[in-house]
């Protein structure tokens, strides 16, 4: 139990339900431990909200009726998730911690926690997403609120980690959930979503790398004309396609970043004209590729590269350890990126992007 209205909603289902029901609420980051110093976006926001979030769950745990505990894996956070964000940070690449997070610390650390210290046969998520089960295995498929849906989070699941889950509303639209929390007079009814960093929150995402990464000063170059059209404070701060936080103003054109040089420290960036020239691509190579039940037999799939963006028709092929991906022309596919695959409302599982294949 997050504080939050959907992980609320999914005890209050369980209770309604017949389950025996407790709530665990897990902390995860720290911010004077982990030296997060710069980039708070509110200057009462460091070390505040996740006292405030265990307090919203205990009044919701007390409205419903159950106990709640509270545990933490601040060190595991740091040396499963956060250490391999920087890591790919360093490297020019765009990682995503959300789906780290989910496969050693949600549901892995978190469901040991449960079944070792409270005998728990499941964990239940506030995630948008469902479990079916056929022929004894489980898979993973997409929730009922497709706008919500969560699965591109939860690609790197197993399907035997897959087992010991439960999401109660996933096949609940989120204004619903809303609805059933009004009604039974939870005060968190109507609580933002949270966004940000998984378990982080919200951050001026430059100023907070800037706590792990220093600022490396160098050229930003129009890839077109070759010419120098400012300056960054390090290429690991951007990903490809940004268009915000470039410092270009007074440009006559909206500039577009398209490619990194780390051994120079050169940011390319293309005008809006020349984006389709520069960052369109069809095809990329995918590695650490989780295959939740296993290689399909047809080939032919839905892609999806970042969440919520619309699903891409394609197609894939193995070769070697890694997975080649054709696809139709996208914007702004970036190394270090998930690339999530899916066969009708059934995930087939993920990878990272390793290389853009042009």
């Not at 939870?186 to 600022?215: A, H, M, V």
């Not at 120098?228 to 268009?243: I, L, M, P, R, S």
């Not at 995918?286 to 969440?307: A, D, Q, T």
Request: positive net charge.
């Amino acid at each position: 139990m997050s504080g939050g209205v959907d992980s609320s909603v999914c005890a209050y289902l369980l209770k309604k339900q017949g389950y025996e029901v407790i709530g665990l609420f897990m902390q995860n980051w720290d911010t004077y431990l982990n030296n997060d110093i710069k980039g708070h976006l509110k200057l009462d926001a460091k070390g505040c909200n996740v006292q405030k979030d265990f307090e919203t769950a205990k009044k919701v745990a007390n409205k419903l009726g159950i106990k709640i505990y509270r545990t933490e894996f601040i060190d595991k956070y740091w040396s499963k998730v956060f250490k391999y964000l920087i890591k790919e940070y360093k490297v020019g690449r765009t990682p995503n911690p959300d789906v780290l997070c989910n496969k050693y610390i949600k549901f892995d650390e978190f469901i040991n926690y449960a079944q070792t210290h409270f005998g728990c046969d499941y964990i239940a998520m506030g995630h948008y997403a469902n479990v079916l089960k056929r022929n004894n295995s489980f898979y993973l498929a997409k929730s009922k609120d497709e706008d919500k849906d969560q699965t591109y989070f939860l690609c790197w699941l197993s399907s035997s980690q897959l087992s010991h889950v439960t999401f109660p509303i996933g096949n609940i639209i989120k204004n619903e959930v809303r609805k059933i929390a009004q009604n039974i007079g939870l005060q968190n009814w109507d609580k933002k979503d949270s966004t940000g960093i998984c378990f982080i929150g919200e951050r001026n995402f430059k100023d907070f790398l800037s706590n792990y990464l220093p600022y490396k000063k160098g050229a930003v170059i129009d890839i077109e004309t070759n010419q120098t059209v400012g300056y960054h404070d390090g290429v690991a701060f951007f990903t490809y396609g940004q268009n915000k936080g470039l410092s270009l103003s007074g440009k006559t054109q909206r500039y577009f970043v398209c490619d990194k040089n780390l051994q120079n420290n050169i940011l390319y960036v293309c005008g809006e004209k020349y984006k389709n020239k520069h960052l369109s691509t069809t095809k990329c190579e995918v590695i650490e590729f989780n295959w939740i039940n296993g290689i399909p037999k047809l080939c032919n799939v839905s892609i999806r590269f970042r969440h919520r963006q619309k699903l891409i028709k394609g197609s894939f092929r193995i070769k070697n350890k890694s997975v080649i991906i054709n696809y139709s022309k996208t914007l702004s596919v970036t190394p270090g990126q998930f690339a999530v695959l899916y066969q009708g409302k059934i995930c087939l599982g993920g990878g990272i992007v390793d290389k853009l294949i042009k």
